[in-house]
């Protein structure tokens, strides 16, 4: 059996199950099962796919966002790349087997990753011009003869120019399906693996146009049905895709987190520094990105990575360079960091309900450099702004451009297959179940490293066992055993 993974970056449960329009989603909920997918901590697309990918939490993968701790310097921050992720993933296992796999645009994949088969680079890839970012190289040729240019993203998506965004992700996503479609049915695969990003595009640009829960909702605004409608233009694109597939296909559709309204963003910084954890030689006379503030590292307990979620880090003796918090006072200090987090309030003195996580006791191992404390803020109905110089904690403008929605950490998923015991709606899943769940339905081996379950759990697949053994070459070994005393 070939499996299909068709990745939805963003996707939301709420409004990809609920709209009827939406008929060849509809069909494959119909004949399989859906649910919503509990995402990873943090819900952020990079590491989550490859959380998904190689059933491994982040910890254990040693990423923890797009942008990690080198080391325990103050300034040593390394980008994520596709040679962070060093676990085996799905379409590792599948090589294994002697068998091909098609990846195209799963995060981190530049530079390209070198499967048994094709892969083509992400939305990290630097310029699909001048850079190599498929493999084989040859690849890269081909779809800019298919084509033309290829965007791997919408380069400034941030923006207020909305009418120019929607026309930028439709012709983004039109290119990436038309190679997708290409490679379905001009190479040989068995495992194909993609995810489109424009929908996590859509989302963070226009999610306050079109969630009547959202701060800054106007009714009737000329954009409400912005999100419905690419929804929509999904669904049209999977319904080609299912034109041009085998009937014994495995189909997963999937996101790797969820969405939802923004509120705002609270100044994680600018509150260090009110709480006297974090000390600058000169505060800054207007607005300064943490990288850029004179910091006193001699009396700095406590910084922070803005983003999504906060990264919190600690300034710990004999750990970094000059760091003043005693390691026998580590654990107790930490928890009182901790309590002072989930005490935040929004404007008006009313609790955020934030989240705070330590990484130990959410990971089953902790690698390289981690946070000392993860934060959800509002339990992401807040992102973490990181800069200093704001003369509020509160902001409802994004630090880094117009930004409408946070990550929910409820994704979806729909996985219809022929030899499947799941039917209807799936509850408990979790994102770190799906390769489990995925090799299993394909006959393949589950590698050892993987945390997750397989959602199959026990039930039996429908179809029989793939043995690796013809009928002739079973009955054999059937007789040999029998006169061995081994069955009956």
């Not at 998904?52 to 310097?73: C, E, I, K, W």
């Not at 404007?347 to 990484?359: D, I, Y």
């Not at 630090?399 to 030899?419: E, K, M, R, V, Y």
């Not at 429908?462 to 053994?469: I, L, Q, V, Y």
Request: charged share 25%.
């Amino acid at each position: 059996m070939k499996t299909l993974v068709i990745g939805l970056d963003c996707a939301a449960p709420e409004l990809l199950f609920t709209d009827e329009r939406l008929v060849n989603f509809r069909r494959l909920m119909e004949g399989g099962c859906y649910g919503g997918l509990e995402s990873i901590i943090p819900p952020i697309t990079v590491p989550a796919w490859m959380c998904m990918s190689t059933s491994q939490d982040p910890g254990s993968l040693g990423v923890y966002g797009f942008r990690n701790r080198a080391d325990h310097s103050y300034d040593a921050l390394s980008t994520v790349n596709s040679k962070s992720i060093r676990a085996v993933a799905m379409w590792d296992q599948v090589a294994m087997e002697g068998k091909r796999s098609v990846i195209i645009g799963v995060p981190p994949s530049y530079p390209p990753r070198k499967v048994n088969g094709i892969s083509v680079g992400c939305f990290l890839t630097p310029n699909t011009a001048t850079d190599m970012y498929t493999h084989p190289a040859g690849i890269k040729e081909e779809i800019e003869r298919l084509v033309g240019d290829y965007p791997v993203d919408v380069k400034g998506f941030r923006t207020p120019n909305k009418d120019w965004l929607k026309d930028e992700i439709y012709e983004m996503t039109r290119k990436h399906f038309e190679v997708i479609r290409h490679y379905l049915q001009n190479t040989e695969w068995d495992y194909f693996q993609f995810v489109e990003i424009g929908l996590d595009r859509m989302h963070h640009g226009f999610w306050k146009y079109c969630d009547p829960r959202h701060v800054q909702y106007v009714p009737g605004n000329p954009y409400q049905d912005v999100i419905s409608e690419y929804y929509l233009y999904l669904d049209h694109e999977l319904g080609r895709i299912f034109e041009v597939l085998d009937e014994d296909t495995a189909i997963l559709v999937v996101s790797d987190h969820g969405a939802r309204a923004l509120d705002g963003g609270f100044c994680v910084n600018e509150w260090l520094v009110q709480q006297g954890l974090l000390v600058l030689n000169s505060y800054p006379r207007e607005v300064t990105p943490f990288g850029e503030l004179d910091v006193n590292w001699e009396k700095t307990k406590v910084w922070s990575e803005g983003g999504y979620y906060a990264r919190v880090f600690f300034n710990v003796k004999g750990r970094e360079p000059k760091g003043v918090i005693e390691r026998g006072e580590y654990e107790r200090f930490r928890d009182e960091v901790k309590a002072m987090f989930e005490q935040t309030a929004d404007e008006h003195g009313k609790l955020l309900g934030t989240l705070v996580f330590k990484p130990e006791e959410v990971y089953k191992t902790v690698r390289n450099v981690a946070p000392d404390l993860i934060v959800h803020f509002g339990a992401l109905a807040w992102r973490s702004i990181g800069g200093v110089g704001y003369s509020t904690l509160h902001i409802q403008e994004n630090d880094t451009g117009p930004d409408d929605c946070n990550h929910a950490q409820i994704g979806a998923f729909i996985l219809a297959a022929s030899n499947s015991p799941l039917q209807g709606e799936i509850k408990g899943a979790h994102l770190l179940d799906i390769a489990p769940t995925l090799l299993e339905l394909g006959g393949y081996d589950v590698a050892p490293t993987m945390q997750g379950r397989s959602l199959i759990g026990g039930r039996g697949l429908t179809g029989p066992p793939d043995s690796g053994m013809t009928a002739e070459g079973e009955e054999i070994i059937r007789q040999r055993l029998s006169g061995l005393g081994y069955i009956s």
